[in-house]
């Protein structure tokens, strides 16, 4: 039922790659077919709709833009713009970049934007949240996500005000969650497509980048975090949502109420037993008591090593001990 998207380039290898990675992407909202020679594209494009051409320069010709398509972008390599009224993109960047680039394009010039299906699964919203201080909530969060996603399609979202990301990962993100609330609030139809351009990869599951400025969020409530996550639920194929949740956050206990189940990382110093102490009565006070319901306390062990790269976190002792957690406390549930 998906749309189609007709990929042509004369580089059999560089065809490959592209086709393979959008294939890979269980989010993409096109059925990809790959061609290396026009006159196959031609056949197909003659018995079958496509929605969206990407053409190479090296195969483009003028007559292209005159097949039934809605859409079309050129990967261009000369640098020199082909095409009286297609939109060049540069071939040679990475794929994610390609992909933001081609659905920019798309959204930005279909008036009409056909509408994704709903996959019927219902997405699991995972909740991380301890009062306490370094207590490897991230660590553990980025962990069971990455775990999860061995199995299932995964998204994990952080909501620390420093997440250290780019730096950590080397990355320097021209989208951010704040993107991603954009479209949901004012282009909410484009939102399914935009999303394919801002969600990154990491060790097989996927995140969108934080916001750079925590400030920069202080406006949204809960109640609206929580209508962007079930409209992500309605556009996606995710299984899983990790939410790696912070006091800076709006809304943080309403967004706790709506998560299927809650860690809480325990630390056994006397500071951190009158924190948690503090916020399980602050629960109670204010009509959150069925929160501590779904919470699941953890106190870590102290491991004697944790992997060094955030893309490493499913593998070592910390991974093991969430390994037995998923198991009791997620399948087990």
Known sequence: MKKILALCDGERDYVYHLADYLQRKDTFPFAVYSFTDTVQLKKFMDNNEVELLL?????????????????????????????????????????????????????????????????GNRMKMIGC???????????????????????????????ESYSGFGYLLEQEYTVDITDALYYFNCEREKLAYKLEGIVQPLNGMDYIPPAMSYQELAGIGGEQWIQLFQEIEKIS?????????????????????????????????????AKMRQYETLLQSMEYGDIAGKTRKWKLPVFRRIPSGMAQLDRGEMAACVRQIIDEEIYGS
Do not use: W
């Open 237 to 273: 194929e995710y299984e899983y949502l990790i939410l790696d949740l912070s006091e800076h956050v709006q809304g943080l206990f309403d967004i706790l109420r709506e998560c299927r189940c809650v860690f809480t990382i325990q630390k056994e110093d006397e500071m951190a037993e």
């Open 55 to 119: 053409v190479g320069e090296n195969v483009y010709e003028e007559d292209m833009e005159e097949l039934p398509k809605r859409h079309m972008v050129v990967l261009n390599e000369s640098g020199n713009e082909v095409g009286s009224q297609v939109e060049n993109i540069n071939k040679y960047q990475a794929s994610e970049h390609i992909i933001k680039a081609v659905m920019d394009s798309y959204t930005g010039g279909n008036d009409r934007l056909p509408k994704r299906l709903a996959t």
């Open 129 to 159: 949240y301890t009062p306490v201080g370094r207590s490897l909530q991230t660590t553990f969060a980025l962990s069971m996500g990455q775990i999860l996603a061995k199995k299932h399609k995964t998204l994990y979202l952080n909501f």
